[in-house]
């Protein structure tokens, strides 16, 4: 089992940036994929940020340019960088790795708004 923790959320003027955060108690060095996904009030859970094991990160073309997943496999944390942010991107965030053998384990989320 593997629990991950969100942090990093808020609140933030469009153009604003952010830094999410996803704590994992296992080692995510393990894991075979990584990502990013966010929801929105009334609407379906998207993804923002992929990477399938050593691959370059995908991204879709809404945050493209704009959000960057990383990783630091020596503190067990992925990293989602958002710079620019506009009103659209106000939805509940959430991190989702997948690992051989366990099976794929998501965080419990963080909000975050983008408003003037």
Known sequence: QVHLVESGG???QPGGSLRLSC????RIADAYYLAWARQAPGSKREFVAEIFKDAR???PD???GR???SRDNAENIIY???NSLKPEDTAVYYCNIAVAGLGEFWGQGTQVTVSS
Do not use: D, H, N, R
Request: hydrophobic fraction near 45%; charged fraction near 10%.
């Open 67 to 69: 959000f960057t997943i």
């Open 23 to 26: 704590a994992a108690s296992g």
């Open 10 to 12: 808020g609140l933030v």
């Open 62 to 64: 809404s945050v493209k």
């Open 57 to 59: 990160p995908e991204y």
């Open 80 to 82: 989602l960088q958002m």
